[in-house]
DNA sequence: TAGATTGTTAATCGATTAACAATC
DNA sequence: TAGATTGTTAATCGATTAACAATC
């Protein structure tokens, strides 16, 4: 069945899924389950087929699914089946980390651009980018049309050039700077904040 | 009131609530309210008040919370009131980033020690510490008492590294290299992965 | 005191699980 | 055909919201 509205919950399991498959398929494999998928992930079986069941029927009863085909669906239903230009704002030790990263490769994604406002930064070489000026974020984002961003700057400036993004177009943003940020609901943000992170498991030990 | 088991999605959120009031702190403010603190993580007042009563009655009718309060005692709950040692396994570039990152300071962890599996790194220095070879993890981890590790070493070694700090007495990871580990359930993992967390986004594109 | 805001309850809403008919 | 596994339903479980008495 094809629901209409998907819950965030589940949207945001399907790249986790995507990912588990696209290391099965790595590996050779050509047909999983829910079951053999579920335990990959460490989600219910049940779950697994719930949540790929809002979007169609892509399994087979008595077969499971084609890792290829399932693949696929993922990839368009994320629109994943295309790449991104991103744009990374901040060309400290994280904003070079990203800029060398190879995992966005067959992910979807690529850099595009990569601003500072350090001015002894801008010039600079990353890979095969040149550090451009923060001043002409609004500029050049509009003009390449780019709608997604990594925020790689100080919590000081984060909410600031946040907001210049958006202005400029924008509409997700992967925000590395340790501050919750206030966007409109038609923008999407997910924080990495690796503190956070590990506040989240010290509860448990 | 006070509950005995709290719900994982509610110890999720307080670091995000520590973050914030760490912040109005340094801003010099005082005191804050449901609220208050409400639109700046953007969640509602109401879930607010029910996380933090969970764990006790740390407000004031009329008044709200004393932010310096609230900071000690989240800090208490969380079990950052103290400083912990923290091993990071990987030395690339991700790996420098983190050995490299201020944010840690005053969040509750510290950087003990640093491992790589690839002779040509070992012995390299980053920042204050020397990259050590992978071979020496259970040994040091296990002499040193340490209980959180953060992995950045490729997919394909990922789930052996784990399994190996584990059996030497980890039982968080933050998690970088773009796969889904399998530990036993005394063991807490957190994932962060750039392409997964934007694969989260697009869907709404 | 009057105003503000908590902690808590009950109602609502949403997510997960278990079970199984359908069917490959 | 027999066995396996899906997609879906209904039941259960859990989380969020709205409302308000208590009280600072």
Redesign the pocket.
């Known amino acids: 069945?094809k629901a209409d509205k998907i819950?965030?919950?589940?949207v945001g399991r399907l790249p986790v899924y995507l990912r588990a498959l696209q290391r099965m398929a790595d590996n050779g494999l050509k047909t999983t389950?829910?079951?053999e998928l579920g335990e990959h992930v460490g989600i219910?079986?049940?779950?697994i087929?719930?949540d790929?069941?809002q979007f169609g029927?892509?399994?087979?009863?008595?077969?499971?699914?084609s890792i290829a085909y399932l693949l696929d669906k993922l990839r368009e239903i994320l629109k994943v089946d295309r790449i991104w230009d991103v744009a990374l704002v901040g060309a400290g030790d994280m904003g070079h980390a990203l800029a060398n990263y190879q995992g966005f490769e067959n992910r979807g994604f690529r850099i595009a651009m990569i601003f500072d406002a350090d001015s002894t930064k801008v010039g600079e070489k990353i890979g095969e980018f040149v550090v451009e000026d923060a001043e002409k974020i609004a500029e050049k984002i509009k003009s390449a049309g780019i709608k997604i961003a990594m925020l790689t700057v100080p919590a000081s400036a984060a909410q600031s050039v946040a907001d210049k993004l958006i202005q400029a177009g924008v509409r997700a943003i992967l925000n590395y700077a340790p501050i919750s940020l206030t966007v409109p609901n038609n923008v999407k943000v997910q924080y990495i904040d690796p503190s956070t992170h590990l506040q989240r498991m010290t509860y448990y030990l």
């Open positions: 069945m819950p965030d919950i589940i389950s829910s079951q219910s079986a049940a779950q087929r719930k790929i069941s029927d892509f399994g087979k009863q008595g077969t499971g699914y």
